[in-house]
Structures are given as structure tokens and as C-alpha cells.
């Protein structure tokens, strides 16, 4: 069973893929995806009555399936090489001959013309992260067929390139899946570089001048992990001569030598993840379609580099290493909250998040006690929901209003109600009680006790975050509303992504207790094991306690109450701001220096002069160029 159901999770939307790019028709399009999306849905939830399991089908260990893998990633090195070429960069071109080169020699000197990939193994963690890339990189290509409508309307196209897109976007899912999946170091690196090279699609998917130059530094950052993770490989088999993952992570346990390539694991992961001073690629990715920035930071592309850290984190528990991953991840939850603090653009801001809880995600895994890995797992399940949402919700927004800044959301409660109502509830699970992420960042900070200072590096970004969120949603509740709202026209399959979204984010936290005590316990045991007790829904240990469901009682109620008590008076009367008497004869005017008519501006203060792109952004990445150096330097 489980062997037919990786065949449904990866080999399905490769297939689905071809088919996009065959079947031209709209119509047919639209259906292939519905049913491609429906089947990884079904299969992801049918895997929970299939783990653990670690098996090696007939089909893995074939002669022929080893040469063809052989041959893809020397054919997907060569195109990494001919886009390099291409787009005339150096780097890129330089670092994928040293992967090929560096391949060539593992592959016909080491291992001799080949080897026996190692097989499946599917844990709790495997089987959570399919569950994420599935469900939420479904219900991003659901939205995705009225959105692209739409996006190539605005760019008034006269051919449409949606049959690639949408091929590129389930490439992305089957790779993924696979990723999680495989037990063997090698089809891991092959199905890493796939992610690697369909990012670089998709981000310059428009062919404009930024989306090629973003495109371009995507795929250079990213060669940067691929040669970090294939170095790492390449010495792990010196080390311990095998490629089996788990074997790996059971032997490395206490062997320094093996501290280095390891260390080299975490680089890549760090790549993938956007980690401070890599972050560069994914902001750039804001410039593609926003399915694509959906897709990349909430369920695929930066959760393959935590799913990295976290699989290896027990090998390499309690060495310096896992110390300086620590450092280096909260450093990047700190600094990249500071810069979504100056911020006035709503992707961007969304983007900076991404890269800072991705920060508190290594941060945990470099905390790497039983308490940490479970708050690092309990963050990769509530910030891939809610940021998918969020993204999908800007994506709406931004084709509505023309805009990507949240100052020019005021009001947008009469504009789009269901949206603004949507997009805000989003913002709140991020931040308030009872939702996950509050739950997450609560245990990290717990877990983070033993050392000073990221302990204070995660105080203080969970400080700085509630700035961003909350003055986000303060903009949307807070603005203007005259008493009226047009009824908002939304596509089904884009209102069934969003509700759905929304709906898996509270009901996620609501059974946190759940998720905690059946699907990550079981996995993460240890000396430290009892850390965390549920009783009765409530979260507690020496230090204190998380009241979930109890919360969440109490939220339900408030909520009722709040929204009793806020419905619109049926005749509103607009207010114009109070300017001291000296308002002008037209609304949202007023008599200013030299009596001159000026206008009144509402605004938000976003302390560029300390948090802003230029002031922070060189500070920033040299810090965490200095922190990574120093990682690697303690794994020597």
C-alpha cells in the first residue's frame, strides 16, 4: 500500500505535468489539476495509516532505475550549466562544472558506476511534511487556475503559458514529496537540485528584465547549497561508506570527523531556507505570480532546507555545531524581523516573516533537545497554513486594489469584506492566543533557557513581530468605513483555497494537543522525552503552561461578543480628521503653512532610519556571514 501511494504522491504530478504541457486546452487543464490536486490530497491522508514504514521496492533497486538517475542529474546540471551560460554569469556556470565534476568522481571513482539507492523510510516527520506539501501545494494550484486568468489579462498576453506554469508548479509538488520520502543521500540530492532549477522557472516565469535578474539570483544562492549538499555527501561516504540516511544519522552520532559534513548540510539547508545571508533569492521571488511566492514559502521550496536541519539534527546533538546552528538560526529571527518592521510593502513584509520563522525553526533545531524539535515541527505546521493563506489573501488584494501596500488597504473592509475578513484572521493566528504559532514560539523560548544569548535573540524577535502583524491588522480594522460594502465577487476555486486554509489554521492549533502527543512523541524520544505533559488540552511544564483548548473556549466567546457588538450602524456618518479648527473646505484638507490647502495623510510610521533595507540589509548579512563561517569553523 504505502509503495503505491509514493507512486500517487510523486509520479502523479510528474505526470500531471506532461500532461499540462501536451493538453493545451483550457477546460482539460482546468480538470487535470482539480483531479491531480484531489488524488496527492487523498494519498497524503491514506499515508497516516501507513507509518512508520521503511521499505526498498523492486523498481529502486534496479540497474536501470540507477542509470537513470545517474543520467538526470547530470542532465539537470547541464541545464543549471546552459542557463548560467545563457544569463552570462560566472558563478553560476563555475559552480554547477564543480558539482559535475564533483559528481563524476563520486559517482565512476567512489561508488564504482553506481549503487543500490537506499529505499523509502516514511516517520511522522516524512509523513507531515506530505501532508503540508500536498494539501497546501494543492490548494495553491487550485487557486491558481483563476488567478492566472487573471495575471495574464493584466500582462495582455496573446499566448498563453499557463500549460508550463501549471507543469512547473506539479514538477515542484512530486519533487517535493519525493524529497521527504527517499531514504538514500543521493536521490535526495537529485530531487533538491529539481527544486532548485523549477524555483528558477517560476520566479522568471514572466520574462521580464527583474523577474530574470531575481530568477537568476535564485538559482546562483541555490547552486551554492547544491555544492555544500553533494560536499557533505561526498565526505559523509568517506566517513561512513553509506548513503542511507538513517544509517548515517545512527553512526555519525559521536564521531567528530563526521561534524564537517555535516556542517555542510546545514549550508544547504540554509540556502534553501533563505537563512541570513541567503535571503536575497526569496525576496526576489515576490516578483513572480503569486501562487509561485505561495508555493516557496509556505509548504515547498524553504521547508526542504528545515526538513534538512531537522532530519540530521540527532546526529550531530550536543556538539558545538548544534550551538552555532542555534546562533546562527535565531540571529536570522531577529535580524529579519527588525527588517519587515520598515516595511510597507505587503509581500514584503509576508517575505521577511517567512525568513525570520524559518530562522526560529533552525533556531530550535539547533536547540535540538526533545522540546525544541517538537516547537521546530509544530512551527513548520502552522506557518506553512497560515502563510499560504496570507499570501493567497495578498495575491487577491493586490489583483483588487492594484497595490502591494498595506497603507493602500484601509478601508478594505468595504472593498472586499470576505477577503479583508479572511486575510485579518490570518494575521491573528500568527500572533494572538490560542493559534499554533504562539504555541510554537512559546516552547522555542522554553527550550532556548540553557543559553543566554538566543534566548534573548528569540525574545526580542517575537517582540518585533507582533510590531509588523499588528500594525497590519490595525490597518484593516482600524481604517474608515462609511457603513456600506459591495459584495465581493470571488471564484469558487478561489474562495475554497481560502476558507479552507483558514479553517485548517484554527482547527491545527485547536488540536495541537492532538498533533503533539500522536505525531511527534512518538517520534522524538529521548532523555528529555517528559518535557512537555498535556492534560485536558493544556500544555504545561516546570516553567508554565498553555492553556489550548481553554483558550481557544474563551476566544470563541470574545469573537461572538466582538462581532455583536461591531455590526455598522445602518446610517454612518462620515468624520473628517480634526486638524485644529482649521480643516480645509474639502474633505481630507486643511489650512496649512502660508495658508496654503494642504492634504491630510494617514500613516503608519515605519522607522526607516533603524529598520529600513539599506540601513540594516549590509549590517545584517555580513553579521550572519561571520555567524555561518564560525559554524563551519567549529565543525573543523
Known amino acids: 500500500m504505502f509503495e503505491n501511494l509514493f507512486i500517487y504522491l510523486t509520479l502523479c504530478p510528474i505526470v500531471a505535468a506532461l500532461a499540462c504541457l501536451i493538453l493545451r486546452g483550457k477546460s482539460i487543464r482546468s480538470a487535470l489539476v482539480v483531479v491531480t490536486g484531489i488524488i496527492l490530497i487523498a494519498s497524503s491522508v491514506l499515508l497516516i495509516w501507513n507509518v512508520p514504514v521503511s521499505t526498498t521496492p523492486a523498481f529502486l533497486s534496479s540497474v536501470k532505475f540507477t542509470t537513470f538517475i545517474q543520467l538526470a542529474d547530470f542532465f539537470l546540471l547541464g541545464l543549471i550549466l546552459f542557463f548560467g551560460i545563457k544569463f552570462k554569469n560566472r558563478v553560476i556556470s563555475g559552480l554547477s562544472l564543480v558539482q559535475i565534476a564533483v559528481l563524476a568522481y563520486f559517482e565512476f571513482v567512489m561508488l564504482k558506476g553506481g549503487h543500490a539507492p537506499a529505499g523509502l ?35 495582455k498576453l496573446k499566448t498563453s503559458r499557463q500549460p508550463r506554469f501549471f507543469a512547473l508548479l506539479f514538477l515542484f509538488i512530486g519533487a517535493m514529496n519525493a524529497l521527504v520520502l527517499v ?104 516578483v513572480a505570480p503569486t501562487p509561485t511566492s505561495a508555493l516557496l514559502h509556505s509548504s515547498t521550496m524553504v521547508k526542504a532546507g528545515v526538513y534538512l536541519v531537522i532530519r540530521f539534527a540527532p546526529a550531530f546533538q550536543g556538539t558545538h555545531l548544534s550551538t552555532a546552528v542555534a546562533v546562527c538560526g535565531a540571529f536570522t529571527f531577529l535580524s529579519a524581523a527588525a527588517l519587515a518592521i520598515g516595511q510597507s510593502n505587503g509581500k514584503k513584509v509576508l517575505a521577511y516573516s517567512t525568513i525570520s520563522n524559518l530562522g526560529l525553526i533552525m533556531a530550535c533545531a539547533g536547540i535540538n533537545t526533545h522540546a525544541a524539535i517538537t516547537a521546530a515541527i509544530l512551527l513548520v505546521i502552522f506557518h506553512a497554513v497560515s502563510k499560504a493563506l496570507l499570501f493567497l489573501c495578498m495575491g487577491s488584494i493586490e489583483q483588487h486594489i492594484g497595490s502591494r501596500d498595506i497603507e493602500d488597504m484601509r478601508g478594505l473592509f468595504g472593498e472586499m469584506p470576505k477577503t479583508a475578513m479572511i486575510i485579518t484572521l490570518g494575521i491573528l493566528t500568527m500572533i494572538l492566543p490560542p493559534f499554533g504559532m504562539l504555541l510554537g514560539k512559546w516552547m522555542a523560548i522554553e527550550s532556548a533557557a540553557g543559553n543566554l544569548f538566543t534566548l534573548l535573540m528569540l525574545a526580542l524577535g517575537s517582540a518585533l513581530t507582533v510590531v509588523y502583524w ?29 476558507m479552507a486554509l483558514l479553517i485548517s489554521a484554527v482547527t491545527l492549533s485547536l488540536v495541537a494537543p492532538f498533533i503533539y502527543s500522536k505525531m511527534i512523541l512518538t517520534d522524538f524520544t529521548g532523555t528529555a522525552s517528559a518535557a512537555f505533559s498535556i492534560t485536558g488540552g493544556v500544555f504545561s511544564n516546570a516553567s508554565g503552561s498553555f492553556s489550548v483548548i481553554p483558550l481557544f473556549l474563551i476566544a470563541i466567546a470574545v469573537f461572538l461578543f466582538a462581532l455583536k457588538k461591531s455590526r455598522p450602524e445602518r446610517e454612518a456618518r462620515p468624520v473628517t480628521p480634526y486638524m485644529s479648527g482649521i480643516n480645509g473646505q474639502k474633505a481630507g484638507t486643511y489650512v496649512g503653512p502660508m495658508n496654503k490647502i494642504m492634504g491630510n495623510v494617514q500613516s503608519n510610521y515605519y522607522l526607516s532610519a533603524f529598520f529600513g533595507e539599506e540601513k540594516l540589509s549590509k549590517l545584517v548579512n555580513t553579521a550572519a556571514g561571520v555567524l555561518i563561517l564560525i559554524m563551519i569553523g567549529v565543525s573543523l
Open 121 to 155: 523510510f516514511c516517520d511522522n516527520l516524512s509523513l507531515i511534511m506530505v501532508l503540508l506539501i500536498s494539501i497546501a501545494g494543492s490548494l495553491i494550484v487550485f487557486y491558481a487556475l483563476p488567478y492566472m486568468d487573471h495575471h495574464e489579462h493584466h500582462l
Open 183 to 286: 531514504n538514500d543521500l543521493m536521490l535526495f540530492y537529485f530531487f533538491f537540485e529539481i527544486t532548485t532549477l523549477c524555483s528558477f522557472l517560476l520566479i522568471g516565469h514572466d520574462k521580464t528584465e527583474v523577474a530574470r535578474q531575481n530568477s537568476v539570483t535564485a538559482l546562483l544562492l541555490n547552486s551554492v547549497g547544491g555544492v555544500a549538499l553533494l560536499l557533505g555527501i561526498v565526505f559523509i561516504y568517506t566517513q561512513v561508506h553509506t548513503l542511507d540516511i538513517q544509517s548515517v544519522i545512527s553512526q555519525a552520532k559521536g564521531m567528530e570527523a563526521m561534524l564537517i559534513p555535516l556542517g555542510l548540510l546545514c549550508v544547504a539547508g540554509f540556502t534553501k531556507a533563505a537563512q541570513m545571508p541567503f535571503q536575497k533569492w526569496l525576496l526576489g521571488a515576490m
Open 470 to 498: 499588528a500594525r497590519w491588522a490595525g490597518i484593516l480594522m482600524g481604517s474608515d468605513f462609511q457603513g456600506k460594502s459591495h459584495p465581493e465577487q470571488m471564484p469558487s476555486l478561489a474562495k475554497l483555497p481560502l
